[in-house]
């Protein structure tokens, strides 16, 4: 049991690391970073694109590689590229040099999630498994409060404060090495299983995951430079709004329990309704800037309970290669944020917030269209 928990408590914690710092910072810190850089919104975008795209690159080596090096490798991996990726954003001169920083860092994303899954499933009984994954998959939500929180202590020194991310980021990487189970690398869950995305009901799961990553990207690259130049808040004001994000996505350790109470289905569609409701909000948020703080944190909860009932979907699919299983729609949502950013921001520079994020709103509601099917798929 106490190996258990260490196991979850470290994969929790590259969760929050990859995610929370490695990934999502960057929007938070993107105000400043444009204006030292000189970055338009559309280059921000891509930038912001570049560590989607990276993802999508690192779940594929993650599957391809993990056969071959063992979950506990493949994990220090992925906290490596996150400590490099960072601690080379931190000394980025130009908007290309900050590209590949950023992509190194989204890179540990996609290698992050795999060998987690891979773990989970070897290491803890079957009944608790959805509450581990829920837990690790949580994590996000941590490293977004982290990120939150040191803002708020270093404002406007986002040079010093990737420094710090890269420093913790080493401190995890230590101790994923302990933490992780040393297998054999030969094992029967390598490689990529290209036949399973015949099976019924993947083509949904990926489509529904595309979507919700497009329209997620709207909040994630975009949000703080929105509070900052629509609803005029300080850089202490949107810290704040973004650690209520991430306080209110804890909350999403609890999906395993609500999809054993009420279903997948149901706690998919809820938390795809709900992240359209907090884009519409966000656009209304002018006429009473305070309300961004409520929008935030629906966004927040909802998007960890959105991405835990992906991954939960995606292990129903695929029982038998439960990495895949979270791993396609985690890639499909990377795919989907790496199409999405520069396109919020090309509509963003042509029409405006006012435009981009009700339309953004209505990609992630058309995300409901697909569901579990309520018989087999529809619990785990």
């Given at each position: ?7 979850v408590?470290a ?5 929050a690391?990859s995610?929370g710092?490695g990934?999502?910072?960057?929007g ?10 000189s ?5 921000a975008g891509?930038?912001?694109?570049s560590a989607?795209?990276?993802y999508c690159f690192?779940?594929?080596l993650?599957f ?6 063992g979950?506990r ?5 992925a906290?490596?590229?996150a400590?490099?990726g ?5 000394v980025a001169s130009?908007?290309?040099s900050?590209?590949?920083a950023i992509?190194?860092a989204?890179?540990?994303t996609?290698?992050?999630s795999?060998?987690l899954a891979s ?7 079957e009944a ?6 829920g837990a690790?998959?949580a ?5 977004i409060?982290?990120?939150?929180f ?5 404002p ?11 420093v913790?980021g080493a401190?995890v ?5 302990f933490?992780?189970p040393a297998?054999?690398g030969?094992?029967?869950?390598g ?15 990926c489509?529904?995951?595309?979507l919700m ?12 430079d929105i509070?900052r130049?629509?609803?005029g808040?300080?850089?202490?004001r949107?810290a704040?709004a973004?650690?209520?994000l991430?306080?209110a ?11 054993l109470r009420f ?10 309704f709900?992240?359209?409701?907090a884009?519409i909000?966000?656009?209304?948020a002018?006429?009473?800037?305070m309300?961004a ?16 009932a ?13 990495d895949?299983g ?9 795919l989907?944020?790496?199409a999405?950013?520069?396109?919020f921001?090309?509509?963003w520079d042509?029409a405006?917030?006012?435009m981009?994020l ?10 409901a269209?697909?569901c579990?099917d309520s018989g087999?798929q529809?619990k785990?």
């Amino acid at each position: 049991m106490k190996g258990q928990l260490n196991l979850v408590a470290a994969a929790f914690a590259l969760t929050a690391l990859s995610y929370g710092l490695g990934r999502f910072a960057y929007g938070l810190l993107l105000p400043h970073i444009r204006e030292d850089l000189s970055l338009s919104a559309t280059g921000a975008g891509w930038i912001g694109g570049s560590a989607f795209a990276a993802y999508c690159f690192g779940i594929v080596l993650a599957f391809v590689a993990g056969a071959r090096l063992g979950e506990r490798r493949v994990a220090v991996l992925a906290g490596l590229t996150a400590t490099s990726g960072m601690a080379l954003v931190a000394v980025a001169s130009s908007g290309w040099s900050l590209g590949l920083a950023i992509a190194l860092a989204g890179l540990s994303t996609g290698l992050t999630s795999p060998p987690l899954a891979s773990a989970v499933a070897r290491c803890v009984e079957e009944a608790a498994r959805p509450k581990a994954n829920g837990a690790i998959n949580a994590g996000t939500a941590a490293g977004i409060i982290l990120s939150g929180f040191a803002v708020t202590a270093f404002p406007g020194g986002w040079r010093e404060l990737y420094t710090l991310f890269a420093v913790v980021g080493a401190g995890v990487t230590v101790w994923l090495w302990f933490a992780m189970p040393a297998v054999s690398g030969e094992r029967a869950s390598g490689g990529l299983p290209l036949e399973g995305l015949k099976r019924p009901g993947v083509g949904g799961l990926c489509a529904s995951a595309f979507l919700m990553g497009a329209a997620s990207t709207a909040i994630w690259t975009f949000g703080a430079d929105i509070m900052r130049g629509d609803l005029g808040f300080s850089d202490g004001r949107i810290a704040l709004a973004w650690s209520v994000l991430g306080a209110a996505g804890i909350l999403g350790a609890g999906t395993g329990l609500l999809t054993l109470r009420f279903g997948i289905g149901p706690v998919h569609r809820f938390s795809l309704f709900a992240m359209a409701l907090a884009l519409i909000g966000l656009a209304a948020a002018s006429l009473a800037p305070m309300t961004a703080f409520g929008v935030m944190g629906l966004f927040g909860v909802a998007y960890i309970v959105s991405s835990g009932a992906f991954l939960l979907w995606g292990i129903a699919l695929f029982s038998d290669r439960p990495d895949f299983g979270l791993g396609l729609p985690f890639l499909m949502v990377a795919l989907g944020q790496t199409a999405g950013a520069p396109l919020f921001g090309t509509v963003w520079d042509a029409a405006g917030s006012g435009m981009a994020l009700p339309a953004f709103a209505a990609i992630m509601g058309s995300a409901a269209f697909w569901c579990p099917d309520s018989g087999h798929q529809e619990k785990n």
